[in-house]
């Protein structure tokens, strides 16, 4: 009996103890009940989290920190830099609020916050795993891992899931590598908190169609070709994925310019060459582009009349337009007992009279010159004979003459052109001091001279 009376006198001591107040260093604040899951609480930005603060003295916070159940790491109090009031009864409750930087703020009288530490909050502002980034083969970007709170700064650590797929270097610089599906992941170095990942997918080469307006390009022209690379959506927006192009021949077709998905293509001359659109994940599409002469347009002779000595020559040039055509052509002659012509142009007066000389291209363009023979002279003068004295740089005409109703292309020479230069017009040009003789000489050997002095 006497033992139960102790033993009833132990507990009544006992409870009377339990029911002492606290006793609390003044550098340091106890929030109480410590058994709070914050994860069944589903804190989000303003909710309201009641806490029951002991002690009812002033006190100075002062890197105290409370444990909470469900949190990897302590609740942490910022520093104050001057003592607060705490709940004036022992046992108040407090309110706290989580703000829109993931703060909780007490309200009733203290003015300092409690940060929840919980590591990476999200890479860049992809906070949902869900969601995905798109990394094509070849590229690399940096992500962006946002921590809270930012001010703790904690040294990362990165790594992916599928290195064959998507690599990871420590400063979050992700590259492609492979098609298929990766999942990259930042969490603290010292493994506390929370980590943040995001999946990054790496489709397969760019399916490309190329489309030009031709497959042939002109000779000296320029023509345009497009190339649309196939790829996916990301969140409702195509991504872009920039056109590359290339010459297997440059000096057959060059790339002239490019913008964007088009280019321009210049044929410099008769051959073939591939043309290859290509993007940074590899994928590739090519087209072999030739490049031709154009169409005739029409045709033109160098001279439309000319009148020629009995036995005289005169080689006709026919020019193409566009210059870069090509085509066979065909010589005829009106009447080739009066003018004759080769199959090369060349024509031959053979009698008095006139003639059309007539050429034709493979498409049927045709030009014309008419050609009156005359007998061939059996002399020829000029203006000017004996010796004529010119100051240096003084010029002179010479006119040559031949017998009536003859004819005959003439040629002009000088003995000294370094002295006495003379054009094909018979003007004659003093060069300096000495002696030239100029000559004049038809087409069957007929001459005329005259001696130019210079002093």
Do not use: C, H
């Amino acid at each position: 009996m006497r033992y139960l009376k102790w033993v009833s006198m132990l507990t009544i001591l006992a409870m009377l103890f339990a029911m002492l107040p606290a006793t609390v260093a003044e550098d340091e604040i106890i929030i109480d009940p410590v058994e709070v899951d914050v994860e069944a609480l589903e804190i989000e930005m303003d909710d309201v989290v009641a806490l029951d603060a002991i002690d009812d003295s002033a006190l100075t916070l002062e890197d105290a920190t409370i444990e909470l159940d469900g949190l990897e790491n302590d609740l942490l109090i910022s520093e104050a830099e001057e003592a607060v009031e705490a709940p004036a009864a022992a046992n108040a409750s407090g309110d706290f609020v989580i703000d829109e930087e993931g703060t909780l703020t007490k309200y009733n009288g203290f003015d300092k916050n409690i940060v929840i530490p919980d590591g990476v909050k999200s890479i860049g502002y992809w906070d949902d795993e869900s969601q995905y980034i798109i990394l094509y083969i070849n590229q690399s970007r940096t992500l962006n891992a946002v921590q809270k709170p930012a001010d703790l700064a904690r040294t990362l650590t990165w790594s992916s899931s599928d290195a064959n797929v998507v690599t990871v270097d420590q400063n979050g610089t992700i590259q492609g590598i492979a098609q298929g599906t990766a999942t990259i992941t930042a969490a603290t170095a010292d493994g506390k908190g929370k980590a943040a990942k995001i999946k990054v997918l790496v489709p397969e080469p760019s399916q490309i169609e190329m489309y030009t307006y031709d497959d042939a390009i002109i000779l000296g022209q320029t023509t345009n070709i497009e190339a649309y690379a196939d790829t996916p959506y990301q969140y409702d927006t195509k991504v872009e994925m920039p056109i590359t192009w290339s010459s297997s021949d440059s000096s057959v077709i060059s790339i002239e310019t490019t913008s964007g998905t088009s280019a321009t293509l210049k044929g410099n001359k008769l051959g073939k060459a591939t043309i290859t659109a290509s993007t940074p994940d590899g994928g590739t599409v090519s087209k072999e582009l030739e490049v031709i002469r154009p169409e005739l347009d029409y045709i033109t002779l160098n001279k439309t009349k000319a009148t020629l000595g009995i036995k005289e020559k005169l080689a006709l040039k026919v020019s193409l337009v566009p210059a870069e055509a090509t085509t066979t052509l065909k010589w005829k002659s009106s009447n080739p007992k009066i003018a004759a012509v080769t199959k090369k142009g060349v024509v031959v007066g053979r009698k008095v009279g006139k003639a059309v000389i007539t050429v034709t291209a493979a498409n049927g363009y045709s030009a014309e010159a008419t050609i009156t023979v005359k007998a061939a002279p059996d002399s020829v003068t000029l203006s000017k004979s004996g010796t004529v004295t010119l100051k240096r740089g003084k010029t002179l005409k010479l006119k040559a003459t031949l017998p009536k109703k003859t004819a005959s292309a003439l040629t002009w020479k000088s003995s000294k052109p370094k002295i006495a230069s003379v054009d094909q017009k018979g003007v004659v040009r003093a060069l300096k001091k000495g002696t030239a003789v100029i000559t004049v000489k038809t087409f069957n050997g007929k001459t005329a001279k005259v001696t130019i002095k210079v002093k």
